[in-house]
């Protein structure tokens, strides 16, 4: 009994501080908030009943946000649908994230899922590289790479000098 108290004290702290950060970049990643909050929850869930394991991780949050970005394309997947962009008049996943400037919410949402994944754990959550791999359960190398590609598309989409 002390133990599952223990572990729902632990799971809900946690849950408390990481939930809207988590949820900001999934929804802005997928450009869908209803999508993201959706599979943010469900993973959520899956850390909670996995709490034991998922507790001693180094990056919790790395592992929800994985967890949440595989359930949300899982079901893009089943929709038939490859990626998703903010439907029109839909909730609009840059004002939760602050993204001000239109015009780079346009070039972020323009990217693939892959790259965009990496701006968005990079710049808006700070993570290093290798947080974000192991968040992606990918090389460092291979983030790198998809953030380098990520900020050449930027660059060139709005005519930005290195």
Do not use: Q
């Not at 929804?27 to 996995?50: I, K, N, P, Q, T």
């Not at 346009?106 to 700070?126: I, K, Y």
């Amino acid at each position: 009994m002390a133990a599952t108290l223990e572990r729902s004290g632990a799971f809900e702290d946690f849950y408390r501080s990481e939930r809207d950060t988590i949820l900001r970049a999934v929804a802005f990643a997928l450009g869908d908030v209803d999508l993201a909050a959706e599979s943010v929850d469900e993973a959520l869930a899956r850390a909670y009943e996995r709490w034991a394991e998922v507790g001693g991780m180094a990056n919790r949050a790395g592992w929800v946000y994985r967890v949440a970005l595989n359930l949300a394309r899982n079901r893009l997947r089943r929709l038939g649908l490859e990626r998703r962009k903010p439907p029109p008049g839909g909730r609009d996943a840059s004002d939760l994230v602050g993204v001000a400037d239109p015009e780079i919410a346009r070039a972020l949402a323009d990217l693939p899922l892959d790259l965009r994944s990496v701006v968005v754990l990079r710049f808006h959550l700070d993570w290093t590289i290798d947080e974000i791999a192991a968040a992606l359960d990918c090389p460092a190398g291979t983030i790198k790479s998809r953030l380098h590609r990520a900020l050449r598309r930027l660059e060139t989409t709005l005519e930005v000098s290195p």
